[in-house]
């Protein structure tokens, strides 16, 4: 994908997309900022934190007290830019936008930038310029020299807390005495516009891999596994290629109507507390969440009444997320399940129409809840035909698979790597 449509794309406005960049470009600054041709003709000039920034710890927020909803929460992951889950954070909680989280404990000394709403644990710091304001640019920039100077002092047993934080010093480049803020915009942007072409293919690659076999969680940037990818790029966009110009060469597509493929059904609602939850209990929770396949958890058997047939499509009325349920299940409140019109849905055919489906999703968030039927079926999506206008299934269950098995075997082989890499430190040690 072009730089220019990168850019124009609605990727661009994809916050996992947003979270993944910033992490590669962070990192990438930071191996930058280790060679001396970065620092030529540059002063660096050490600075106390509490000369440039100002900060906030977060609110505790247990776990169990979650409602789902839109508000990112953010803790002391080092994964999926820091957030554990999406909230409807209570009144307590202060929301915050444009601002750093430094993790203090955890993960200490994971850094990322929030250009959207969030709020915090207490588990981390929310930072932000004194006397500036922060952009995407000077975040990265602040990002790369926090974990650089942080992440070596501190662990899991030495966290960071007020006094700490307070005495520490960070070199930034500086011009007439002064910080100089414009050099460090300049610098993230000449590594982004070196590198973010090449991200995007390294990210969509591992997004698919994670999907298909894991089934969900944040996409995490390594340098090294970068490196890798980057030396068979070539050939790897090789590949792709002939493989899209075949499709477009050789199949008939068709427009259909969702009304025309599914029926939709409000289901049942329960709360959770009309449930008994168990590590090896038979049925899915399934709720508003976009997280783990929209499941909560997995609850005993309760009545045939509020039971919801699988084999089946669920979604959730907030972050309309679309979710293949393969299983009978219950669920939480405005929630909803698309029944196929046609026969033989399976794991592999629905992963098809949810990604047709979840493409849509900001224009479902867009209609209030009560509309959203209307507006699910007057929406058009684009399947292969056969010549009597029939629609491919054959297809769809060997594009699905052919996804599959690709991506399977990347994961597989970084497994691999992983154990070899695991195996030498336990001989090592040993």
């Not at 191996?31 to 934190?49: H, P, Q, T």
């Not at 990112?72 to 444009?98: E, T």
């Not at 219950?330 to 489906?357: E, M, R």
Request: hydrophobic share 35%; glycine share 4%.
């Amino acid at each position: 994908m072009p730089l220019k449509a990168l850019q124009d794309s609605t990727l661009a406005d994809s916050r996992e997309w947003q979270s993944f960049a910033n992490t590669a470009l962070s990192t990438l600054a930071q191996k930058e900022l280790e060679s001396s041709s970065a620092k030529n003709d540059i002063e660096w000039k050490s600075f106390n934190f509490d000369k440039v920034f100002k900060y906030e710890r977060g609110k505790r927020y247990k776990k169990l007290d979650h409602t789902s909803g839109q508000i990112p929460y953010i803790s002391s992951s080092a994964l999926n830019n820091g957030i554990d889950n999406y909230v409807n954070p209570p009144s307590y909680m202060k929301r915050y936008n444009n601002k750093i989280t430094l993790a203090n404990s955890g993960s200490v000394g994971s850094c990322f930038y929030h250009s959207y709403e969030f709020v915090a644990s207490d588990h981390c710091m929310v930072v932000w310029l004194k006397d500036r304001e922060l952009n995407r640019y000077l975040a990265l920039f602040f990002n790369a020299i926090f974990e650089k100077a942080l992440k070596p002092k501190y662990e899991f047993s030495r966290e960071i807390n007020h006094e700490r934080l307070m005495a520490e010093t960070f070199f930034l480049p500086t011009k007439d005495n002064t910080i100089d803020f414009n050099f460090m915009e300049s610098f993230i942007k000449a590594i982004e516009k070196q590198h973010i072409e090449t991200l995007y293919r390294f990210w969509e690659s591992k997004l698919k891999a994670y999907n298909a076999v894991i089934n969900g969680g944040g996409v995490s940037f390594t340098l090294s596994e970068y490196e890798e990818f980057c030396k068979g790029l070539k050939a790897q966009d090789f590949q792709f290629e002939l493989y899209r110009n075949k499709i477009s060469q050789s199949l008939k597509w068709k427009s259909f109507k969702c009304e025309e493929l599914f029926s939709v059904k409000s289901n049942p609602q329960l709360n959770k507390d009309s449930f008994s939850f168990g590590e090896n209990a038979p049925y899915p929770y399934f709720t508003r969440t976009c997280l783990n396949n929209g499941i909560a958890g997995y609850v005993e058997y309760l009545d045939e009444e509020h039971k919801i047939k699988g084999e089946s499509i669920a979604v959730g009325m907030l972050g309309m997320q679309f979710f293949y349920m393969q299983k009978d299940f219950y669920a939480g409140q405005f929630t909803k399940t698309l029944y196929p019109k046609f026969s033989g849905l399976n794991a592999t055919i629905a992963q098809f129409f949810i990604a047709w489906l979840n493409k849509n999703q900001k224009i479902f968030q867009g209609v209030l809840v009560r509309d959203f039927e209307k507006t699910f079926k007057e929406t058009e999506i684009l399947l292969p035909v056969l010549d009597s206008n029939n629609i491919d299934f054959d297809f769809i269950e060997s594009f699905i698979k052919a996804i599959q098995k690709e991506c399977i075997k990347s994961v597989v082989l970084w497994q691999t790597r992983e154990a070899k890499a695991y195996k030498q430190v336990v001989e090592t040690l040993a």
